[in-house]
């Protein structure tokens, strides 16, 4: 027997009950406080029933009397039916059903949310449902289990084996029982449970009718009561049933008006919707079956489960009716339209599949694919939108529409290929079926239109074919490019786009082809595809562009080669490269390729061999690989007929590349190897133009080693064998300078007067002349010397500059030799054409004129030193005054040079004229005949006429100093510090730090006070000679 919980009473409070005495009332009864427990009873539901019936029996009536009555009841009904009853501990209405009461209709189901089914384009139950005929769906989707409805007279379906009074006793009894407790307690409390209790017994026994007043009158008399949803689901049920379909909408939308607390919120939302359906109000309708599916949303219903096919078949008989509803009123855009103004809901996908589907069953194949098509274009987001658009592509293929299937796939490559927008918002690698599905559309799109592009039937569409065709190709390509289709579907882009003339394009594809992918059998056909594309881009290209374009072709020549070398064509296309590698001056390039031609292929033709090595040979010259340049020239020369025109020409390139062995050994300073080289082009290739320019730089080669016997030959061989050459003038510089450096002084300088009588350039007349003179008087041959140098004043008197410099040379040469008068006489003409210059004169003029003058200067200052202030003193003492003016006057006028060494010489001069005019005053001879008294008086006479000369030459001498102060210091400069030290010890004859002898030649402005001083001095010399002259009378007298 099954264990049973009930609520009873317990035992001592009804004992109390029954003996309690002292007067007490019925109503005092009722405010006795029990104590009622939930407990378990092991002895059935007999046991049970007769502890309440005994309770009845033999207990005076209380308070509790009604309650036991309702349980007895209870327990009779559930004993006979199976279901338990509907009572509970607490009291009141409207606080809900008991678990026992709602256990005869099926209780809504929350299902556990799973991981997502397989993706489908339409749910599969919708589908299936749309074979259904709308009638039966109709009967199927709003059948009710909740009450009979075989009619107001109809009877329930008894169980198999039960005799109906037989189990009508039972609920009969129990009717019985709930109508003796509602006439003797009409103010029971539970009185709305007890009603609800009776109707469900007279429903359960065939009574239908009565149980629906029953039911009404719960509903009018207890509007409170916690089974008035359930009450009121039934009423609806039973008024549907009916067609009574304003009571049953009533009905309905009480229970809709309790909301989600209620068990029956769902069933009569879903109701509702059909209420006012099979009213042909749709749009009301709408509201209820959508709010339905917002009512499993908010329950965390998942709309892809399958486990729960009860709640499965409910969402899909929803979409469907939904789907009915908006058939009626629109389509897709009443769809659209609907969800715009009632806010966008989670699961809009199912109603448009469903909508979709339903359409699709009627043969409506433009509606069915607008409803799916509405969808992705509201929602292009969406997980199921791809799906969707597959959908469409099949409900077209279905209805044998070939246009509107190319259309559509199109747009769903455009829409979902790999880089659309969509997958920034969806892992790829989850949804393989749309990935499986790209492919394959892609794949079809592109030979659909190649082969559109072939027919010769559409010639006129040709461009128009040739971009889609390219398009899907390069789609596929680029969204699946590791696919085992990849290489083949790239060969058919790259002939597609050969077939069309683009040959860079083509080219490139093919590269693709042939060297992107794993190895396959296209590889070495799509290679040399790539070249032989890329050489007949070459031959459109424009000039511009015709440089990337063979370098291209290089490149992709290499690679083929390299990649297939194997290939019947690598040989040709090697060497092919190679030459386009020479054209382009990619001479490193060059001279691999044809080095891999000769190692790689050595049995290819001669031809190509020759071919190679000039190669090789003009790229190592033009890269400065002489040494390889030479060797490859020879193996030209060896595969080149002695007839043939081209030999010569090969002959000058070998030549050329010893040349620059030599010229590199030069650069290097190895010039004993530079030499050889130059040589051996006489032994290695004698008939070339280059061998005279060879010898010619072998002899400058020996000319730097010093090796001036070997150079003499050189140049002697080279002089005798091409007697008519250009480089002769050079080749006796040459020899001129090799002489010279050999120390044959005398061989070098004619050598030199050579070249200025050979030659008519001024220039190097004049410097050959002047070195053929530096020559001789080096070698000690001054009378050449001067020969030479009076040939050059004689036909080169200008430059000045340099003409003076020359007759200064010859003026040396004079002096070296004692003759002084010719030797004077080129310092004058210095002097002269120097103050003659004008324009022409320089610092360098200046300075050898005023060199020269200072020369020519000094014997006045000697003359005026030789005379000495002896008897007769008046006649000497006016000669020692000429000569004394007249070398003032000679150093003052120095000065108009402003060349700082003559300046400082002059001033040096004019100071010891001064001082020596002082030391002449002191030591002339005194007159006889003089007293001590006269003597001593004579002696300071002449010291005061002699110290302001002395003075003079001290402030002269320091004069001298100041040129210091701007950086002139020279020897005269010192002499006059050393003067200064005799004459004014105190301040100079103490040591200081010089700051180091510093000669100047430049100008600069001094003479002016000199020459002041100058004429002051000889106003004061005439005065001192004056006073001494008087002396001297006096002592005469």
């Given at each position: 027997m099954k264990r049973l919980r009930l609520l009873i009473l317990l035992t001592p409070a009804l004992a109390s009950c029954a003996v309690s005495s002292g007067g007490d009332t019925l109503a005092q009864l009722r405010d006795v406080k029990f104590e009622i427990k939930e407990e378990a009873i092991e002895g059935g539901l007999e046991r049970a029933m007769a502890s309440y019936q005994r309770f009845l029996e033999e207990t005076p009536e209380s308070a509790m009397t009604p309650e036991a009555i309702r349980r007895l009841a209870d327990l009779k009904i559930e004993a006979e039916y199976g279901f338990a009853h509907a009572g509970g501990a607490g009291t009141?209405?409207?606080?809900?059903?008991?678990?026992?009461?709602?256990?005869?209709?099926?209780?809504?189901?929350?299902?556990?949310?799973?991981?997502?089914?397989?993706?489908?384009?339409?749910?599969?139950?919708?589908?299936?449902?749309?074979?259904?005929?709308?009638?039966?769906?109709?009967?199927?989707?709003?059948?009710?289990?909740?009450?009979?409805?075989?009619?107001?007279?109809?009877?329930?379906?008894?169980?198999?084996?039960?005799?109906?009074?037989?189990?009508?006793?039972?609920?009969?009894?129990?009717?019985?029982?709930?109508?003796?407790?509602?006439?003797?307690?009409?103010l029971y409390e539970r009185n709305d449970q007890v009603l609800y209790q009776m109707s469900r017994a007279h429903a359960e026994i065939g009574e239908v009718e009565t149980a629906m007043d029953i039911m009404t009158r719960i509903v009018e008399e207890y509007p409170r009561s916690r089974y008035l949803d359930e009450v009121q689901f039934r009423r609806g049920e039973y008024f549907y049933t009916r067609n009574r379909y304003l009571d049953a909408e009533d009905a309905y939308q009480s229970v809709v008006r309790q909301g989600v607390s209620s068990a029956y919120y769902e069933m009569a939302l879903y109701k509702l919707g059909w209420v006012f359906y099979k009213q042909d109000l749709y749009e009301d309708a709408l509201h209820r079956f959508v709010g339905v599916l917002d009512y499993k949303v908010s329950v965390g219903y998942d709309f892809e489960q399958t486990e729960n096919t009860t709640e499965k078949t409910r969402v899909d008989d929803t979409y469907r009716v939904i789907s009915l509803s908006f058939s009626n009123i629109g389509g897709p855009e009443a769809v659209r339209d609907y969800f715009k103004r009632h806010g966008a809901r989670s699961y809009e996908d199912g109603v448009y599949s469903s909508l979709g589907e339903y359409y699709l069953s009627k043969r409506r194949f433009s509606d069915a694919a607008g409803a799916y098509k509405t969808f992705?274009?509201?929602?292009?987001?969406?997980?199921?939108?791809?799906?969707?658009?597959?959908?469409?592509?099949?409900?077209?293929?279905?209805?044998?529409?070939?246009?509107?299937?190319?259309?559509?796939?199109?747009?769903?490559?455009?829409?979902?290929?790999?880089?659309?927008?969509?997958?920034?918002?969806?892992?790829?690698?989850?949804?393989?079926?749309?990935?499986?599905?790209?492919?394959?559309?892609?794949?079809?799109?592109?030979?659909?239109?190649?082969?559109?592009?072939?027919?010769e039937r559409f010639a006129d569409d040709q461009p128009e074919n040739y971009a889609e065709a390219l398009l899907w190709y390069r789609e596929f390509l680029g969204s699946f490019p590791e696919g085992d289709e990849a290489p083949a579907i790239n060969y058919q882009l790259a002939e597609l786009q050969l077939e069309h003339g683009a040959f860079g394009e083509a080219a490139r594809e093919f590269e693709r082809t042939a060297y992107d992918y794993p190895l396959h059998a296209q590889a070495p056909a799509?290679?040399?595809?790539?070249?032989?594309?890329?050489?007949?881009?070459?031959?459109?290209?424009?000039?511009?562009?015709l440089g990337l374009a063979k370098r291209e072709l290089i490149r992709s020549s290499l690679k083929f080669v390299d990649t297939f070398p194997r290939h019947e064509q690598a040989p040709t296309v090697l060497g092919a490269a190679a030459d386009d590698l020479y054209e382009l001056k990619d001479f490193e390039?060059?001279?691999?390729?044809?080095?891999?031609?000769?190692?790689?292929?050595?049995?290819?033709?001669?031809?190509?061999?020759?071919?190679?090595?000039?190669?090789?040979?003009?790229?190592?010259?033009?890269?400065?690989?002489?040494?390889?340049?030479?060797?490859?020239?020879?193996?030209?020369?060896?595969?080149?007929?002695?007839?043939?025109?081209?030999?010569?020409?090969?002959?000058?390139?070998?030549?050329?590349?010893?040349?620059?062995?030599?010229?590199?050994?030069?650069?290097?300073?190895?010039?004993?190897?530079?030499?050889?080289?130059?040589?051996?082009?006489?032994?290695?290739?004698?008939?070339?133009?280059?061998?005279?320019?060879?010898?010619?730089?072998?002899?400058?080669?020996?000319?730097?080693?010093?090796?001036?016997?070997?150079?003499?030959?050189?140049?002697?061989?080279?002089?005798?064998?091409?007697?008519?050459?250009?480089?002769?003038?050079?080749?006796?510089?040459?020899?001129?300078?090799?002489y010279r450096e050999a120390g044959q002084l005398a061989s070098a300088a004619a050598e030199y007067e050579r070249v200025e009588r050979e030659?008519?350039?001024?220039?190097?007349?004049?410097?050959?002349?002047?070195?053929?003179?530096?020559?001789?008087?080096?070698?000690?041959?001054?009378?050449?010397?001067?020969?030479?140098?009076?040939?050059?004043?004689?036909?080169?008197?200008?430059?000045?500059?340099?003409?003076?410099?020359?007759?200064?040379?010859?003026?040396?040469?004079?002096?070296?030799?004692?003759?002084?008068?010719?030797?004077?006489?080129?310092l004058r003409a210095i002097v002269t054409a120097d103050a003659g210059a004008g324009a022409e004169r320089t610092d360098r003029t200046r300075y050898l004129g005023a060199t020269s003058a200072l020369v020519l200067a000094e014997p006045l200052y000697e003359r005026f030193a030789a005379i000495r202030l002896v008897h007769p003193f008046e006649k000497h003492l006016q000669d020692k005054q000429q000569a004394m003016r007249a070398a003032l006057n000679g150093f003052a006028d120095l000065t108009h040079y402003e060349v700082g060494e003559v300046t400082a010489a002059a001033t040096f001069y004019m100071a010891e004229v001064y001082y020596g005019f002082a030391r002449a005053l002191i030591d002339s001879e005194r007159p006889a005949n003089l007293s001590a008294l006269e003597l001593e008086e004579f002696e300071l006479a002449i010291e005061e006429q002699a110290f302001p000369f002395e003075?003079?030459?001290?402030?002269?001498?320091?004069?001298?100093?100041?040129?210091?102060?701007?950086?002139?210091?020279?020897?005269?400069?010192?002499?006059?510090?050393?003067?200064?030290?005799?004459?004014?010890?105190?301040?100079?004859?103490?040591?200081?730090?010089?700051?180091?002898?510093?000669?100047s030649l430049g100008p600069f402005r001094y003479g002016a006070d000199v020459e002041e001083d100058a004429a002051e001095a000889v106003e004061a010399e005439d005065g001192a000679s004056h006073a001494e002259a008087d002396g001297q009378g006096r002592g005469a007298s």
């Open positions: 009141g209405a409207g606080t809900g059903a008991s678990a026992a009461a709602r256990a005869a209709a099926p209780a809504p189901e929350r299902a556990a949310r799973v991981g997502p089914a397989p993706e489908r384009a339409s749910p599969s139950g919708v589908a299936a449902a749309m074979t259904e005929s709308e009638q039966a769906f109709e009967d199927r989707a709003t059948a009710s289990d909740l009450i009979a409805t075989t009619g107001p007279e109809g009877d329930a379906p008894l169980p198999e084996g039960l005799d109906g009074d037989l189990e009508n006793a039972a609920a009969r009894d129990a009717i019985a029982l709930y109508q003796d407790l509602l006439d003797k307690y009409p992705v274009g509201l929602y292009p987001l969406h997980r199921k939108s791809p799906h969707f658009h597959m959908r469409v592509v099949e409900i077209y293929e279905h209805g044998n529409f070939p246009r509107l299937v190319l259309a559509e796939k199109k747009e769903f490559a455009q829409v979902y290929g790999v880089r659309a927008n969509y997958w920034r918002h969806f892992d790829l690698a989850a949804r393989p079926e749309v990935v499986a599905y790209l492919k394959g559309n892609l794949k079809d799109l592109a030979n659909h239109y190649h082969a559109l592009y072939q027919d799509a290679g040399y595809a790539a070249v032989y594309a890329y050489q007949q881009q070459v031959e459109v290209v424009p000039p511009a562009r390039g060059a001279a691999n390729a044809g080095r891999k031609l000769i190692a790689s292929y050595p049995s290819t033709t001669p031809a190509l061999l020759r071919s190679a090595w000039i190669v090789v040979a003009h790229a190592s010259f033009d890269m400065g690989a002489y040494e390889d340049a030479e060797q490859a020239y020879a193996q030209v020369l060896r595969r080149t007929d002695l007839a043939d025109d081209s030999r010569p020409g090969f002959i000058d390139n070998l030549a050329a590349s010893i040349y620059k062995q030599g010229e590199q050994a030069n650069v290097l300073g190895d010039y004993r190897t530079a030499a050889n080289h130059f040589l051996r082009i006489g032994r290695a290739a004698p008939t070339s133009k280059f061998r005279a320019g060879a010898e010619y730089d072998a002899s400058v080669a020996l000319i730097r080693l010093e090796d001036w016997s070997a150079a003499a030959s050189v140049l002697v061989d080279f002089r005798e064998r091409y007697p008519g050459h250009e480089l002769q003038p050079d080749v006796t510089n040459k020899l001129a300078h090799v030659t008519d350039d001024d220039e190097i007349r004049r410097g050959a002349l002047l070195v053929a003179a530096d020559l001789y008087e080096e070698a000690g041959d001054d009378r050449s010397a001067l020969r030479v140098y009076r040939r050059y004043v004689d036909f080169f008197p200008r430059p000045l500059e340099l003409a003076l410099e020359t007759r200064f040379k010859i003026a040396t040469l004079h002096k070296d030799n004692n003759e002084q008068a010719p030797y004077l006489e080129q003075d003079k030459a001290i402030e002269v001498h320091e004069k001298n100093l100041e040129l210091m102060g701007i950086g002139i210091y020279n020897a005269w400069i010192d002499r006059s510090l050393g003067k200064l030290a005799v004459l004014v010890p105190v301040r100079y004859a103490k040591p200081e730090e010089s700051s180091g002898f510093v000669a």
